[in-house]
């Protein structure tokens, strides 16, 4: 057993020169180019000498970090800095990292392509590769069509304010990324070449010219602008794409392609998420299913005007089926003055005369006029029309391909764009009824005394008294406005009702109960609300799975589930979790409650769903999809993925039509595998399950000594920027949900902070003491095999080792060194911590080089040390002479914001 002495120094292995792997010659040189654009546009904006300044701390960066030596130099020569000049070097800081990202990004295009050309090998984890791995796993085309129709892939985007960029930065970003694309093209002219190279210059000027951020908290609906900025651009654009790859891939694969089913669809947070957020109420969940919608028809009469420039075939020139002839018809005789108003020269050419009715129906149902669709349904069938006529009247290479590109469209969007998912805190709906009830003690009553009470009301037998207290009359308000949606918008409109803080049946039964006072109920007299509890804590999913068994067991509630199909959806929550008791507890009891909840549903007879509340950081259930997928408990995917994507994440996911493409096939890849073949089953995972268990314990019983220890608090509050980013205009949620405590700050801002001081402190404290001692316990041969043949395990270390990987205890230290007092009685304790993980990690995995079987992202990690050193630095200098103003300083704070946006982007990770 090793001991503390035998431990590396911390971050030995991270101080290391820069070297691109041997693909990779042509991202090293995009790296140059933009980086001497960036270089040539600060001396041209604030001159030589402030390019020089930048020229010179990084130099020293790189210096340092090549040497492996302390950054103790680095701080002296960015101290003391005035404000302006702070903030001025920070921005230019981040700027390289913008140029960086996007050229990576160009890369992953690159490498994409080059596969594509080879026609040879399938890019890994593609849908061909993984039909590849299927068919030679015996999985024959019969079992691909029936699991086809199964699955339902659903990216859920939350508002949390992780990710601040203006949507005027991100169109900036869209014009270098887009000239950078075009430059792949070797067939491009000189001229081409200057045009393009200008346009670059001028975005990246003009983004140099504008603020990061507003000084205006974000609205709601400044909040789904920037969602809206996704779904309906590189989202909307790429969805029919990504059915071309399949159909594609499967034809390649199988020589046959079926029918393929809607298996993607997209949900939103943004304007339902009620949950410690005064600002979200009915007034935000009317105003963005309104906008979504606004938003969807916008675009779709955009593509029809497209359309009907396409499909210009007249007649004498072609055929047409009867049906689109009777369509029309049909609209002669229902909507006489649009069809008085379409142009006499189409009267001939019956595709651009329906398409004209489809149009102005489109616009009725934007203005809610008499002439408006009642459903995407029948726009469908309108378009449909179009495409069978097509296709039977040799019109496939005539306009066919464009048409159902829009099919795939409508399919997947409807008319609302992204289901709604609404959410609050069960002890909103408990001071509710307790307010209805007239009961004082309704809280503090068991959960059984509550459910006997709730029985009747959630059935619908007895009515709730109507609301005179303002969380009765807000919650009201809010079950009328879904009742008007679905009838609006349609169901597909309204996502789940999420509860967070969900410990009991009884807490699921106060929905109903508050639905059927609001009248929230369909033709047969249910309530038409799909209902998830939300169990976040450790505790609360160790508890789950009674918690699920008691809610199947009333009646009530299975009357209920039997009018929504006996499908249950539960979802667990990462970041709470985590923030709790540690990220080894928090991952086994994410995987355990699933096993064991899945037990329970089975017996029940009941589907059950996990909608995983993941966050971009790994203490928050980040990390790659496909892994994730891959190591979750054989049975839990079944065709279906539900996982909220958030801040960055959804930037770097879905922020370039060709990467949404990329992520969408990856996922939809790996829930395919899962579920057509998932991991046989292994006779050492008991064993193994076993040994997590204390391993979590551990862990847990290690961080909650750290988080919970006297003054723990204190220094959490000045070895952090925490002050800093609480003042923060980052989004419209208040950072914490009451005061005080850690427990009552949300886990968003709890691991910003960690993240932006660079101790990365959320996503490995307490792994190295739970894997020593329970090695100890069980045996070191026990923890490495489960590193190497359990995908669980592996994942959670890999996981942990990315985290590790990004910080740097040396910055760390430097920040720590501001709690004065309680940086001597913490800090140690921190850094012993980081290097036992450190070491543990490396044993099991067996390497002596912290990410040797990533070196793409060590070198993305070792890309932006130089530019991150300074600015974490810079941040620590300015940090300490805010606090010592008193927090007053708003020139000090303006360049402290600049400080958090910068390390945010560099980190490429923040909450």
Not at 210 to 227: I, L
Not at 502 to 520: M, T
């Amino acid at each position: 057993m090793a001991t503390l002495s035998e431990y590396p120094p911390v971050a030995v292995n991270k101080r290391r020169e820069i070297d691109f792997l041997p693909t990779d010659g042509p991202l090293r040189e995009d790296v140059r180019r933009l980086g001497a654009m960036v270089g040539d546009m600060l001396a041209e904006q604030l001159g030589h000498a402030f390019f020089a300044k930048v020229e010179a701390i990084r130099t020293t960066a790189i210096r340092l970090r090549s040497a492996g030596e302390s950054p103790a130099a680095l701080a002296a020569e960015v101290s003391g800095l005035a404000p302006q000049l702070a903030a001025q070097l920070t921005r230019a800081f981040a700027t390289y990292f913008q140029v960086v990202n996007i050229a990576e990004r160009v890369h992953r295009i690159r490498r994409r392509r080059d596969y594509e050309r080879s026609g040879s090998t399938a890019q890994p984890d593609s849908l061909k590769d993984v039909l590849q791995r299927l068919k030679a796993a015996g999985v024959g085309m019969e079992e691909i069509s029936a699991w086809l129709t199964r699955l339902d892939i659903e990216p859920v985007f939350t508002a949390h304010p992780t990710e601040a960029v203006r949507r005027t930065l991100l169109e900036k970003e869209s014009v270098i990324f887009r000239c950078l694309i075009a430059d792949l093209d070797t067939q491009r002219t000189p001229h081409e070449r200057e045009v393009d190279l200008a346009r670059l210059r001028m975005a990246l000027t003009a983004g140099w010219q504008t603020a990061d951020a507003s000084h205006a908290r974000p609205r709601v609906q400044d909040e789904f602008e920037h969602v809206g900025f996704y779904l309906g651009g590189p989202i909307y654009r790429v969805v029919p794409v990504f059915y071309e790859v399949l159909e594609s891939a499967l034809n390649e694969v199988y020589g046959e392609s079926p029918p393929l089913p809607t298996m993607l669809r997209f949900g939103s947070w943004v304007g339902g998420d009620m949950d410690g957020n005064p600002n979200v109420n009915a007034d935000t969940i009317a105003a963005t299913l309104r906008a979504q919608r606004e938003l969807v028809l916008r675009r779709y009469d955009a593509e029809i005007v497209e359309l009907a420039r396409e499909l210009s075939q007249t007649l004498g020139h072609t055929q047409f089926d009867a049906a689109v002839f009777a369509r029309i018809e049909h609209y002669r005789a229902q909507l006489p003055a649009i069809a008085n108003a379409i142009n006499p020269r189409y009267a001939d050419m019956p595709y651009r005369v329906l398409l004209a009715f489809v149009r102005a129906r489109l616009q009725a149902t934007a203005d809610e006029k008499e002439a408006a669709y009642g459903a995407a349904a029948e726009l469908l069938a309108d378009i449909q029309l179009i495409a069978d006529s097509l296709r039977t009247n040799k019109g496939r290479n005539a306009g066919w391909f464009s048409v159902r590109r829009l099919l795939w469209r409508v399919r997947t969007f409807g008319f609302h764009l992204a289901r709604l998912d609404v959410r609050q805190d069960s002890r909103v709906h408990a001071a509710a009824l307790a307010a209805a009830l007239g009961d004082e003690q309704w809280e503090t009553r068991t959960a059984d005394a509550q459910a006997a009470v709730l029985e009747s009301h959630a059935r619908g037998d007895a009515e709730l008294p109507e609301p005179s207290d303002e969380k009765g009359a807000m919650l009201d308000a809010v079950f009328d406005q879904l009742a008007y949606a679905r009838d609006a918008y349609g169901a597909g409109a309204i996502g789940l009702y999420i509860i967070s803080m969900a410990r009991s049946a009884a807490d699921v039964l106060a929905v109903l109960a508050l639905a059927r006072r609001a009248q929230f109920v369909d033709e047969n007299g249910s309530v038409p609300l799909d209902i998830a509890p939300l169990f976040e804590t450790v505790d609360d999913l160790q508890h789950a799975p009674q918690t699920l068994a008691a809610l199947f067991a009333d009646p009530v509630y299975r009357a209920h589930l039997a009018a929504r199909d006996d499908r249950q959806t539960v979802m667990l929550g990462y970041s709470d979790s985590s923030k709790d008791g540690g990220i080894v507890a928090s991952r086994w009891a994410l995987q355990d409650a699933q096993v064991e909840l899945l037990k329970i549903a089975q017996g029940a007879g009941v589907s059950i769903a996990f909608f995983h509340g993941r966050g971009g950081s790994v203490s928050r259930g980040g990390g790659k999809t496909t892994r994730a997928v891959i190591a979750s408990p054989r049975g839990s995917i079944a065709g279906r993925l539900r996982v909220t994507e958030q801040g960055e994440v959804i930037h770097r996911k879905f922020g370039i039509r060709a990467l949404a493409l990329r992520n969408l096939e990856q996922t939809v890849g790996a829930v395919l595998e899962a579920s057509l073949r998932p991991r046989p089953p292994e006779p050492r995972e008991a064993a193994w399950r076993s040994a997590v268990d204390v391993a979590a314990r551990h862990g847990a019983a290690a961080y909650r000594a750290l988080v919970r220890a006297d003054g723990f608090v204190d220094y959490f509050r000045e070895a952090t920027p925490i002050d800093v980013i609480e003042r923060m205009t980052l989004g419209s949620r208040p950072s914490r949900r009451g005061s005080g405590s850690i427990d009552n700050l949300r886990a968003i801002p709890w691991v910003f902070a960690w993240t932006q001081n660079r101790c990365g402190l959320t996503g490995w404290y307490g792994v190295g003491t739970a894997l020593e001692r329970t090695a100890a316990e069980v045996g070191e041969d026990v923890l490495r095999e489960m590193a190497q043949r359990w995908p669980f395990f592996r994942t959670m270390l890999d996981d942990v080792e990315m985290v590790m990987a990004k910080s740097d205890l040396e910055i760390a230290a430097a920040f720590s060194r501001l709690a004065g007092p309680l940086h001597e009685k913490f800090f140690a304790q921190i850094e012993a911590e980081f290097a036992r993980a450190e070491a543990w990690i490396l044993r099991l995995k067996d390497t002596d080089r912290v990410l040797a079987d990533d070196p793409r992202l060590a070198l993305s990690i070792r890309l932006r040390n130089p530019y991150l050193d300074p600015m974490n630095l810079i941040q620590v200098d300015l940090v300490s002479r805010w606090r010592a103003a008193g927090r007053e300083d708003e020139a000090l704070f303006a360049a402290l914001v600049a400080t958090v946006n910068g390390i945010a982007q560099g980190m490429q990770n923040t909450g």
